[in-house]
């Protein structure tokens, strides 16, 4: 058994080593729950050994060195951290030793005794400055440091948008040290890494990780560019005294400009502490930033000094911490899951652990690219997350405790399930009239239905809510079905007899029937839902209706070009091309065939929509051939001199003639000539063409008059929830008016609608100075949009 005096060395190693990575090196290698653990240990052992406690023990300082590049600063009032509450009780106890402290009288049979009154406040999870104010103007900002002494950041923090040069009003002290949070919000985040993907950059771990870095950047200028926000918590040296409560302060420090937490409340006693911890936890999803727990202080400020310090912490705040988030355990396996498209999708099988309050044994690993990134081993010690309801996900690998046994993982040469030939996708690029290949990230099992995993995913999703919507077919009863051979495609489900479906395991005679009656049911879709329920790889709800809306049939979705679905919104040349691709699939006819000769009949079909008449213009028509060195200056120059594609054809063979033409060069002349000497490139303009007459979008068409619908053209975004209607609801009546409803929000975004819980998007659209509605005025909106039509 190890002795105390050495386990206390190894901890205080240990601790030492992650303050390091965490405060310095901003690469944290274990989660907060793990370090915590590793911390109260410490703690605990040095409670019961207090002869072996040094001034240099992790228990009696705040972590970390300051960063050599940056000047030094010294705290005249120490940055002390928080304790922690990890439980109810921990909350408890620290409410009892509150009042203990204050020598209040203590709760009997009949009555509680007496509540103290605290501030409540979110705890941000970034990084600890300080902000110092001589005379209302800013002088100083410092990162927490060691606690005693931080590093200069003077320069960066002048970069945080939200951080007041010079204090707003009168009457501020003429020395004020402002203490609080720099982090980064969620959205910012999200940006961010877009950004650092799209320039070939390093990613960052999470928004804390973000926060940190970009503040300890040499350049201010790489800070200034970086989403940073302040939020003050709190106050150092001071002048004069400032109010005489937590809250109070925290009020007077707004007036002047100094940015707080628009979550700050009172509570009286622990009861209403723990309520408002229940509340904010419930809505943490939706806030637009990170916290990790609440922040509980004793509001009256002569409280707080009566109360005083331990060697580290107040003895008058605590931060009740939410279930961990991220956890270490070890990866015991990696399986392959097939879905509905063939995508093979490797699963991380975990020795189980709690996270976030629940118990997780398996994780994604989205595919085998992000194994590789991971760097990820068979055995290997991982990081997991769990935010909300989002699936368990593999953050990291703890690398340091890599055992010497650990295997590779192996993408499978045979599918699991069928055993057809595992292959890696291709990527096709399509520029200019030419195409190439690269490698996707996807492996695909080829079996497609007559793999069982792929034909029982493929019918999960045919009959779910948003596609045929056939109630009673879950996934037991679909892997029922094919098991036994009932149903080996979707148009199988037609033809079930109430004999078969009666024999099924749990089905008696009134749920068999109730079944096939729901099947009966859904022979009449509309054509929006027909077509995302056939699972036409990328194509999703939303264009699947942007689909049926345009085209307004089956036959033309069917017969549509490529090069004829791309000029639909939305709609990209490799979403066009699976499109396609998926139609021209004599399986997948068969299968719509049969659909349709079953009986299912498709409505809210009829002509091409008004909005997309005669939309193709000849010079775009020319531009969108691809035609290399032919850029959109030189389709117009072509456009404008050829009155058609016959006329095209014929001037780019007639060399003199071409050599005329002014605004095109000699590279663009010379291909346009190779490409028409191409028969397969003519034949291709030809039937790109053809098709644009009969669908009515060529440019010698008839224009149609859109019937106004009052939000035609406009763009909405729904966040957060809405309580008179559900989301789905409000997104129906949007749509039956005319709107776009979009999952993100841009510039071109008309209006959001923020409901309750409304987070991330909210912030975007205030930040792009969208519109925005609540519940209230969008519920008048509708009403009155809705009675004018």
């Known amino acids: 058994m190890t002795n105390p005096a050495e386990r206390i060395a190894a901890l205080r190693t240990e601790l030492d080593e992650h303050n390091y990575r965490y405060y310095v090196l901003d690469e944290p290698s274990i989660p907060d729950a793990e370090y915590d653990r590793l911390f109260r240990e410490l703690q605990a052992l040095e409670a019961e050994h207090p002869e072996l406690v040094t001034p240099e023990s992790p228990t009696q300082r705040v972590g970390g060195e300051a960063l050599a590049a940056f000047g030094q600063v010294r705290h005249e009032v120490p940055m002390l951290s928080l304790g922690n509450a990890f439980e109810e009780q921990d909350l408890f106890d620290f409410d009892r030793r509150v009042r203990e402290g204050l020598d209040l009288p203590a709760g009997d049979l009949f009555g509680g005794g007496s509540e103290v009154e605290y501030s409540c406040e979110p705890k941000l999870d970034g990084l600890a400055v300080s902000l110092l104010y001589q005379d209302g103007q800013l002088v100083r900002g410092a990162t927490r440091g060691d606690g005693t002494t931080g590093e200069d950041i003077s320069a960066n923090v002048r970069t945080v948008r939200n951080i007041p040069l010079r204090l707003k009003g009168e009457g501020w002290p003429q020395m004020l040290e402002v203490r609080g949070e720099v982090y980064m919000p969620k959205a910012g985040f999200e940006a961010l890494n877009a950004r650092q993907v799209e320039a070939g950059g390093k990613t960052f771990a999470n928004p804390r990780n973000a926060a940190a870095g970009s503040l300890r950047q040499l350049d201010p200028k790489i800070t200034a560019s970086r989403p940073l926000e302040f939020c003050c918590y709190g106050i150092g040296q001071v002048s004069e005294e400032l109010a005489e409560t937590q809250v109070g302060m925290l009020e007077q420090l707004r007036g002047w400009g100094i940015p707080?937490?628009?979550?700050?409340?009172?509570?009286?006693?622990?009861?209403?502490?723990?309520?408002?911890?229940?509340?904010?936890?419930?809505?943490?999803?939706?806030?637009?930033?990170?916290?990790?727990?609440?922040?509980?202080?004793?509001?009256?400020?002569?409280?707080?000094r009566q109360l005083g310090f331990r060697a580290r912490t107040p003895h008058w705040a605590v931060a009740h911490k939410f279930p961990a988030q991220e956890e270490v355990t070890e990866l015991l396996d990696v399986e392959f899951q097939v879905g509905r498209t063939g995508a093979v999708t490797p699963v991380a099988r975990l020795r189980p652990v709690k996270v976030a309050g629940v118990m997780v044994a398996n994780a994604t690993l989205h595919n085998m690219d992000e194994v590789a990134r991971l760097g990820l081993m068979i055995g290997d010690s991982v990081i997991i997350r769990r935010a909300g309801d989002v699936i368990p996900q593999v953050m990291q690998v703890v690398l340091e405790r890599r055992p010497a046994q650990a295997r590779a993982v192996q993408i499978p040469q045979q599918c699991p399930v069928c055993g057809s030939a595992v292959e890696r996708t291709q990527l096709v690029r399509r520029s200019k009239g030419r195409e190439s290949l690269s490698e996707g990230s996807i492996y695909r099992c080829f079996g497609r239905l007559s793999c069982q995993a792929q034909l029982k995913q493929a019918i999960i999703h045919f009959v779910s809510r948003r596609a045929m919507d056939i109630d009673g077919l879950g996934d037991r009863i679909v892997e029922q079905l094919v098991d036994t051979g009932l149903v080996a495609s979707p148009a199988d489900l037609y033809t079930l007899t109430y004999e078969q479906v009666v024999a099924l395991e749990g089905f008696a005679e009134v749920s068999a029937r109730k079944l096939l009656a729901a099947i009966d049911a859904s022979r009449s879709p509309s054509l929006a839902r027909f077509i995302y329920a056939l699972g036409i790889p990328d194509v999703g709800e939303e264009t699947a209706k942007l689909l049926a809306r345009a085209l307004g049939s089956l036959t033309r979705i069917e017969k549509a070009l490529p090069e004829v679905l791309v000029w639909l919104p939305d709609i990209g040349a490799e979403v066009a091309h699976e499109i396609h691709s998926f139609f021209e699939d004599a399986h997948n006819q068969a299968v719509i065939g049969a659909l349709l000769a079953r009986g299912v009949q498709l409505q809210e079909q009829g002509d091409l929509h008004a909005e997309f008449a005669a939309c193709a213009s000849f010079a775009e028509f020319i531009n969108r051939l691809q035609i290399p060195f032919v850029a959109s200056t030189g389709a117009r120059t072509l456009a404008e001199r050829c009155a058609g594609l016959p006329e095209l054809i014929a001037l780019s063979q007639d060399w003199l003639d071409l050599n005329q033409l002014k605004g095109l060069n000699e590279k663009a002349r010379q291909s346009l000539r190779d490409f028409f000497a191409e028969p397969a490139n003519q034949a291709r303009a030809q039937a790109i063409e053809a098709q644009l007459r009969d669908f009515g979008m060529h440019w010698q068409s008839e224009r149609k008059v859109a019937e106004g619908l009052p939000l035609a053209g406009q763009t909405w975004v729904l966040t957060g929830s809405l309580e008179s209607m559900s989301r789905d609801q409000g997104k129906a009546r949007l749509e039956a008016l005319g709107a776009k409803v979009a999952g993100s929000v841009s510039a071109k975004t008309h209006c959001v609608v923020a409901g309750p819980g409304a987070g991330s998007k909210l912030t975007r659209a205030q930040e792009l100075g969208v519109a925005v509605l609540d519940e209230e005025a969008f519920i008048v909106r509708l009403a009155t949009l809705e009675a004018a039509g």
């Not at 979550?263 to 990170?290: F, H, P, S, T």
């Open 260 to 304: 707080i937490s628009r979550e700050l409340k009172l509570a009286r006693g622990a009861e209403q502490c723990l309520a408002y911890y229940g509340d904010i936890g419930a809505r943490r999803e939706q806030l637009a930033y990170d916290i990790d727990g609440v922040v509980y202080k004793v509001n009256r400020r002569a409280d707080q």
